[in-house]
């Protein structure tokens, strides 16, 4: 992958070498086959503004398959490197587990279990399930849980959004509705 510059004309740093180190380091060079990446790589073009990365799979219009990793050019940017690799390691994941494996789990136990691993290995950066990074602009609205009273913003309300660690620790991770968050407008 070629340099892409983002808005401000700053240089986005290349996503293809970090990706092969971390293959080589944390997945045992198994996310290449003959030399090529099991995956495409880009930054996503500016409107990618709620999640740090994705992990998409499945097929194109014309029937070709997909499986890339986007990573959000507009949350990442600004954050330091270690950021970036926790994101782009953790999307690696998912296409470790999908591709490689061949299971279909969101953050199951193969997830987790490669996760700690790494996590275990270095101290250079933390792969997570969920982050907590800053989203670009000023929220409009404070989502509070009932049961556990932590805040995040969010910039529009979400209907019927729970709050997922009290979801998961109260009812097995289900969805309950004692865990719907409580929005606040920012003033």
């Known amino acids: 992958m070629s340099l892409t510059?983002?808005?401000?004309?700053v240089p986005l740093e290349p996503l293809l070498p970090l990706f092969h180190r971390l293959n080589r380091e944390h997945f045992e060079g198994s996310l290449v086959r003959d030399g090529l990446p099991l995956v495409s790589l880009r930054w996503?073009?500016?409107?990618?503004?709620?999640?740090?990365?994705?992990?998409?799979?499945?097929?194109?219009?014309?029937?070709?398959e997909?499986?890339?990793?986007?990573?959000?050019r507009p949350l990442l940017d600004p954050l330091p490197r270690e950021a970036l690799l926790?994101?782009?390691?953790?999307?690696?994941?998912?296409?470790?587990?999908?591709?490689?494996?061949?299971?279909?789990?969101?953050?199951g136990p193969h997830f987790r279990a490669r996760m700690a691993a790494?996590?275990?290995?270095?101290?250079?950066?933390?792969?997570s399930v969920?982050?907590?990074?800053?989203l670009p602009g000023e929220p409009r609205?404070?989502?509070?849980?009932p049961r556990c009273g932590v805040s995040a913003p969010y910039r529009r309300r979400v209907k019927g959004l729970a709050c997922r660690a009290c979801c998961e620790r109260h009812h097995g991770g289900g969805w309950h509705?004692?865990?719907?968050?409580?929005?606040?407008?920012v003033a």
């Open 86 to 107: 926790g994101t782009l390691c953790h999307e690696m994941i998912h296409a470790w587990t999908h591709r490689v494996l061949q299971v279909q789990e969101v953050h």
């Open 66 to 72: 997909l499986s890339e990793i986007v990573l959000s």
């Open 44 to 64: 996503s073009d500016g409107r990618m503004r709620r999640s740090a990365g994705m992990y998409r799979f499945g097929r194109h219009s014309d029937g070709r």
């Open 177 to 185: 509705a004692s865990c719907l968050l409580e929005f606040q407008e």
């Open 130 to 134: 969920r982050h907590r990074y800053p």
């Open 118 to 127: 790494i996590n275990t290995a270095q101290a250079g950066f933390v792969v």
């Open 141 to 145: 609205w404070l989502a509070r849980c």
């Open 5 to 9: 510059d983002n808005p401000a004309g």
